[in-house]
């Protein structure tokens, strides 16, 4: 009877225990779920990494007592190892970083990795518990979890295992996330940076557009006014002369009349100046000199008659010693320099300077300014001032048909800026403006230059000093205008030339040639630039001669080109005396 009454008592016992754990089983699953809610929400709400990393650990270490835990993230630059990333490490620091170190070596982290799951694993020394988690989404491991067990509890029970997983694979997927919305968010800059570039450069070529056309509209009306001015101006600058010479030279008429003829040359002259505006005033093209006609200018008695006016400001010259000549109108680019000579004398509010420079100038690469400069030899004309500058509203303007913030009658016509415009155009040239208001302005002009002969320049070498006597010569460039002037120049001075388009062209050359001396472009594009070339030709010809030349001004792979050998570096364009004196003095060494 007992007996009976015994296996009853078991089998309620065992009910109760079988019940009693569901009832944990149910419990612990509701309290998972409750916990994972605020969890998910907190992390995948956040953009930063270590803050996610920082909201697992706390929550890891609510539900399971772990001594300390330490989590390391995959590094995103190679994928190749890990960065720590260790919170509330207090007196475990040193220990855990060293048994990690350990796991490491022993291929123990690469073992978790391939788990998937949480497992246990010793430390080094055999007296405690580590639990290895790979913190991973399915398609991408992004750390590793390592907590450290209590030494009185070395065992984590199956359903601790089950929600570290849980935590760790939401804590992947919201650090995929973050990277996800790093990703989308540096796209979106580029994107947008990209859209600001383009909507300035087509707002740009709006403007450009505009200009263009109000130019064209005011020139067409301007056009047909002066042709039918200097039809009625003819007589007013021309019968004055007759009467005056059929005049006594006391006859009170005189000074009238001559005050007449006065007025019809500057009305002439106003007409002139809208022929250039309109861009139909250049008629003449000769080869002419920058240099030339700035000093003509400074001795003219227009110049004479603006000193006197402003006879505080000082003009300060720095010209070009070997100037390219240019293709225009000396009349028109004349004008030119006394429109902007003037409008910077009177951009001085008291005592103040006014810079005048030429030079040659080689541009590699276009140039972005008030105009795009195009690649090209140019001869540079800049007229600077330090007086009140133009506001950046005006500069807009400035070159617009009498657009003026001067006084009418007083100060010109409003057609000085734009008379500028229409000659720079007509020479096929470009034009900049920089200004800041209260410390000055400067104009540069560039003017295409022309490789057409004028009268000789006796400079001071004799062509003789610098003539060849059959060397032999390879010019490596990659712009064929470049080969030909070189090419052509030193043939008259008496060299053997040959051209390269290209270093790697060069280099296969001289693998069954050879050159005394070689003229190397620095920037050739595409390809190798003219430092490689030189390194790799030196491989086939140590001590190999051979001068720089560029557009740019000396970088610091020229001066290296130079410590291995190369000689004079020059500057782009080329003038005959500048490459044969230095091609002369490198063959020579």
């Known amino acids: 009877m007992n007996t009976k009454k015994d296996a009853e008592q078991k089998k309620l016992t065992e009910r109760i225990a079988y019940l009693e754990e569901n009832r944990r089983f149910v419990q612990n699953a509701l309290e998972m779920a409750l916990s994972m809610g605020d969890f998910l929400e907190s992390i995948n709400g956040e953009k930063d990494v270590n803050q996610i ?71 080094k020394d055999n007296t405690r518990q580590f639990v290895l988690h790979v913190i991973s989404t399915p398609s991408r491991i992004r750390g590793m979890f390592v907590g450290l067990l209590p030494a009185k509890k070395p065992i984590i029970t199956d359903y601790s295992n089950a929600l570290l997983s849980i935590i760790l694979m939401n804590t992947a997927n919201a650090l995929e996330n973050t990277q996800l919305y790093k990703m989308v968010l540096n796209k979106n800059m580029i994107l947008e940076d990209e859209v600001k570039k383009k909507t300035e450069k087509l707002m740009h070529a709006e403007r450009k557009l505009l200009h263009a056309q109000k130019m064209e509209a005011i020139g067409t009306l301007a056009g047909g006014v002066a042709h039918d001015l200097n039809n009625i101006l003819a007589g007013l600058v021309s019968y004055p002369d007759l009467l005056l010479m059929r005049l006594a030279e006391d006859s009170p008429l005189r000074e009238p009349i001559l005050t007449i003829k006065e007025s019809g040359e500057k009305a002439a002259t106003i007409v002139q100046d809208l022929l250039t505006m309109t861009r139909r ?49 000396s009349v028109h680019l004349y ?41 090209g030899e140019y001869v540079v004309l800049t007229v600077s001032d330090n007086g009140t500058g133009i506001s950046p509203e005006d500069i807009e303007r400035i070159f617009e048909p ?77 712009i064929e205008e470049q080969r030909y002037v070189a090419k052509g120049m030193l043939q008259n001075l008496g060299y053997s030339v040959t ?37 790799r030709i030196l491989e086939l010809h140590p001590g190999q001669k051979a001068i720089i030349a560029s557009g ?38």
């Open 402 to 478: 009498f657009y003026t913030k001067k006084v009418m009658g007083r100060s010109g016509t409003g057609l000085g800026m734009a008379v500028v415009w229409g000659t720079v155009k007509d020479h096929k040239g470009y034009i900049d403006v920089e200004s800041i208001e209260g410390e000055g302005t400067t104009f540069t002009l560039y003017f295409p230059v022309t490789r057409q002969e004028t009268e000789k320049d006796m400079s001071s070498l004799s062509i003789k000093d610098y003539m060849g006597d059959k060397e032999s010569i390879l010019v490596i460039d990659d």
């Open 499 to 535: 051209t390269a388009d290209s270093g790697e062209e060069a280099i296969d050359y001289l693998k069954t040639n050879s050159a005394d001396l070689l003229v190397l472009d620095m920037i050739m594009d595409p390809g190798i630039d003219g430092l490689e070339t030189y390194k």
């Open 53 to 123: 990393l920082l909201a697992a650990e706390k929550r890891i270490k609510k539900i399971i007592p772990f001594e300390t835990c330490a989590l390391y993230r995959v590094n995103e630059e190679d994928n190749s190892d890990f960065i720590p990333t260790v919170y509330d490490p207090g007196q475990f620091k040193r220990y855990v970083k060293d048994e990690v170190e350990f796991m490491i070596d022993k291929g123990l982290f690469a073992w978790a990795l391939r788990e998937k799951r949480g497992v246990t694993i010793s430390s």
């Open 281 to 329: 005033g250049v008629a003449v093209k000769k080869v002419v000199n920058l240099n030339k006609i700035v000093s003509e200018y400074l001795k003219s008695p227009e110049y004479n008659r603006l000193k006197s006016f402003y006879h505080d400001a000082e003009v300060e010259t720095h010209f070009e010693p070997n100037p390219l000549n240019i293709l225009g109108s």
């Open 552 to 589: 740019f001004s000396e970088t610091e792979r020229v001066k290296e080109a130079q410590r291995m050998g190369a000689g004079k570096y020059i500057i782009k364009p080329y003038t005959l005396e500048k490459i044969g004196v230095a091609v002369k003095e490198e063959l020579e060494k």
């Open 335 to 375: 004008k030119t320099v006394m429109n902007l000579v003037s409008n910077a004398a009177e951009a001085l509010s008291e005592r103040g300077e006014i810079i005048i420079t030429t030079q040659n100038r080689y541009i590699d690469r276009p140039v972005k300014g008030y105009d795009d400069v195009q690649e």
